[in-house]
């Protein structure tokens, strides 16, 4: 079975000048952008949890996770809220992102398997590309993003903010 990206309806959005999408519906919402309360100890992706309707979500910076330099957060900053299936449960999440471009749909025959070779970030994360005339959308597998140790962790900051 090749875990690849399937067609359907992806939220664009930008980290610097690269484009990534994830799948809509994962998406719960897309928030303005505010300072996350800061956890002690976490990872440095990790920037703290966020109040979404009156709970505490884990809020990563997907550009320290997959190795791009932090940057300040703009107006044009967002917090796209997601719930990624991880293993038998279901990990609330916020990703900040430069901006947030569009829905848009993908056709299976548009998505090409993730590339081995000349890209600044690991692959394994990369489930397909899509090439468009202004360069690539990368695909992200928010899943495989979260190793196993980061979904222990995020739910453990998750059942703290609950508590």
Not at 47 to 64: K, Q
Request: glycine letters at 10%; charged letters at 25%; aromatic letters at 6%.
């Amino acid at each position: 079975m090749m875990s690849g990206a399937a067609e359907g309806q992806y939220v664009t959005f930008g980290l610097g000048d690269e484009t990534f999408a994830a799948p809509v519906g994962l998406v719960r919402e897309i928030l303005t952008y505010q300072t996350p309360s800061r956890i002690p100890n976490g990872p440095p992706y990790l920037l703290g949890l966020t109040d979404v309707r009156g709970r505490g979500v884990p809020t990563a910076d997907l550009r320290i996770r997959l190795g791009m330099a932090p940057v300040e957060p703009t107006l044009n900053t967002r917090i796209l809220v997601l719930d990624i299936p991880v293993e038998e449960r279901i990990l609330s999440l916020g990703l900040v992102a430069d901006r947030v471009y569009e829905v848009t749909g993908f056709a299976a025959e548009e998505i090409e398997p993730s590339p081995d070779i000349g890209v600044k970030w690991r692959s394994d994360y990369i489930s397909g590309v899509v090439r468009r005339s202004d360069g690539f959308v990368v695909l992200i597998d928010l899943a495989r993003l979260l190793s196993t140790t980061d979904a222990a962790m995020l739910e453990s900051a998750d059942m703290d903010s609950a508590a």
